[in-house]
């Protein structure tokens, strides 16, 4: 942050830094190794530096260079692998976080969390004594045509078979864990194998329309051989920690109730992985019932929305909740953890337990629930969500945070 920038230049830099309406990838404001940012500027010229993702040597780096140049520095970590021992594995590591990472952490002027959950495991692990909740935003009025949709008619859905990039994408969320050789722990690969998926019945045949159960039977499967299948989105990175795994074999625990759903895996997913996911997916025969989809830009993450039911973001580690965010800016229903809850919206989305019967037991009750009451509530918590996750207000508060660290 430079302090002779005007409020609209500090908007332009934060949302160059963070993808505004996007997670940031593995870079920070104005800063680099030698001395000089990513963008070949000198650290020197700032007055603040902002490091967004702790889990990458870059952002040491970038801590090391903030220091030499004595410029203060916030750090965003997405996630808790400053707080949680259990990501230092091995003798090395432990001895990084002893001799260097430690001291790195604690010299930033503060520590800011995505959520509420994030902020309290970091105070709780004594990381550091200043944390604040520093949340990303959006410009709520980007999502104006999915709500308008929203408002209008059910949800439609189309399969979306687009394959998933595996190249880096800066509109996925920021990876939680090392992705090397796949990132694929022996357990998770067992469990996705392991997923069971009752067999599609072929299209949205039989499948269930909420408020219309007192229709007869006959009538009932007549109306719905030509309604829309009910789509379930997974939007944001698909990794083995994301909790996509328990989703799938939450709809298969869930029997009649998940009937003529679909769910849509869509992001950045480690190839491995989703090979692994594939195969189980064929497998078990449940292709009609699983796809995968490209999100690669804001259109077409957008696009994915206006077509979805529910938004469930199912992860049980902290990640930067960016498709949550998108989610309620653009009326939809959310399902997720407190891990990966936008700030202050918990009473406003469909927050479950960390386990899988929660997820499950959440998932069962929102199902059973009719269009018009899932529309009306996404519009009310999409009110609530503008007046606290816009940029035009968040703006403000990044600017009043970086005023305070200098």
Not at 321 to 334: D, E, N, R
Request: aromatic share 4%; with cysteine; net charge neutral.
């Amino acid at each position: 942050m430079n302090r002779a920038g005007s409020e609209s230049a500090v908007r332009a830099e934060i949302s160059d830094r963070t993808g505004a309406n996007t997670p940031p990838a593995t870079t920070a404001s104005r800063t680099a190794p030698d001395r000089r940012g990513s963008d070949g500027e000198d650290p020197a010229a700032f007055d603040l530096i902002h490091i967004h993702g702790w889990d990458y040597p870059l952002s040491r780096r970038m801590a090391v260079a903030a220091g030499k140049a004595k410029k203060p520095y916030v750090i965003t970590p997405h996630g808790l692998s400053i707080a949680d021992g259990r990501r230092r594995i091995g003798l090395k590591m432990r001895l990084a976080w002893l001799l260097r990472d430690r001291r790195l952490v604690r010299a930033a002027t503060f520590i800011a969390a995505v959520n509420e959950y994030e902020q309290q495991q970091l105070l709780r692990a004594e990381a550091h004594s200043d944390v604040r909740i520093l949340p990303y935003g959006l410009n709520f009025v980007e999502y104006a045509m999915a709500e308008s949709l929203a408002d209008s008619e059910p949800r439609a859905s189309a399969r979306a078979d687009s394959p998933v990039s595996s190249s880096g994408n800066p509109s996925s969320a920021i990876p939680n864990h090392d992705v090397r050789n796949g990132g694929i722990p022996r357990r998770e690969r067992e469990e996705a194998a392991e997923t069971t998926l009752p067999p599609c019945q072929g299209g949205t045949k039989g499948g269930r329309v909420p408020g219309e159960n007192a229709i007869p039977s006959r009538d009932r499967q007549e109306a719905t051989s030509n309604a829309p299948s009910r789509q379930i989105l997974v939007l944001g990175d698909i990794t083995p920690d994301s909790g996509c795994v328990a989703l799938l074999k939450c709809l298969a625990e869930l029997g009649p109730d998940a009937e003529g759903w679909h769910v849509v895996l869509a992001g950045t997913i480690p190839e491995k992985w989703k090979s692994a996911l594939q195969l189980a997916v064929r497998r078990k025969g449940a292709e009609e019932r699983v796809s995968f989809a490209d999100a690669a830009d804001i259109s077409a993450q957008r696009d994915l929305l206006a077509r979805s039911a529910l938004l469930v973001v199912p992860s049980p580690v902290v990640r930067a909740p960016i498709a949550a965010t998108q989610a309620l800016a653009a009326g939809v229903p959310v399902l997720c953890t407190a891990p990966a809850a936008p700030p202050e919206m918990n009473a406003h989305v469909h927050l479950c337990g960390l386990d899988r019967t929660a997820l499950r037991e959440k998932l069962r009750e929102i199902l059973r629930k009719s269009d018009q009451t899932l529309i009306q509530s996404a519009a009310y918590a999409r009110t609530h969500a503008a007046t606290a996750l816009d940029w035009s207000t968040l703006t403000g508060r990044f600017i009043e945070a970086y005023e305070s660290a200098l």
